[in-house]
């Protein structure tokens, strides 16, 4: 990423999907469990990934590809996706811009949904209107959520409020390796002992 480059959402509005996914999908399925379990589903929509496809197809088939950086949105929702693709320079990103197709989620719920059919790109600024022909025309949504900055921070706002203020070094900075403690042991086996 560049400072001054375009944080840009492409694809399928934001749903209370994925919610606790990981955790749903570690454990035993039951009816104790299944309405908590609803919005942990992940919902495809083969039409909007197609329109995507089309999109990003588009782009990177013309004689100009405006796509500088792209990263499929999964696990962890925007916040995932949007604070990998930044790194390590940082943006300011704006929860307002993302489109809704539930507008009563809340902004932790649209920060963190794992809608589906959804990129995220960065683009130069004085590419937005290509990229926005492109979208038109392959009936694609896209929504500029942000900005690179270089202050080496997620920054997240809502109706101008600051809700996420989070240094990226700590969380995708150089993490320290993990040891790991083996020794051998000898195991009887028939009365004899093998390694």
């Known amino acids: 990423p560049k400072e001054g480059y375009l944080v ?4 399928g509005p934001a749903y209370r999907l994925g919610m606790g996914g990981g955790a749903a999908s570690s454990r035993e399925q039951t009816k104790d469990n299944n309405t908590q379990d609803e919005s942990a ?8 990934g197609n329109r995507l496809n089309r999109f990003i197809k ?30 390590p320079l940082g943006a300011d990103i704006n929860l307002d811009k993302i489109i809704k197709g539930d507008a009563t989620m809340t902004p932790s719920e649209i920060w963190v949904s794992e809608f589906q059919e959804q990129d995220t ?5 004085e590419d937005i209107e290509y990229v926005e022909e492109i979208s038109k025309r392959e009936n694609c949504p896209i929504a500029v959520i942000g900005e690179i900055k270089n202050h080496k921070k997620i920054k997240v706002y809502t109706n101008e409020e600051c809700i996420v203020d989070l240094e990226l070094e700590k969380v995708l900075g150089k993490m320290p390796q993990k040891e790991y403690q083996l020794e051998k042991r000898r195991i009887p086996i028939n009365g004899n002992k093998k390694e």
């Open 121 to 125: 790109i960065l683009i130069k600024s």
């Open 58 to 87: 588009a782009c990177i088939q013309s004689s100009y590809n405006p796509i500088l950086s792209i990263h499929d949105q999964g696990a962890g929702g925007t916040a995932n996706v949007t604070q990998e693709i930044v790194y």
């Open 41 to 48: 589903v992940q919902r495809g929509d083969p039409e909007m």
């Open 8 to 11: 840009v959402k492409v694809g």
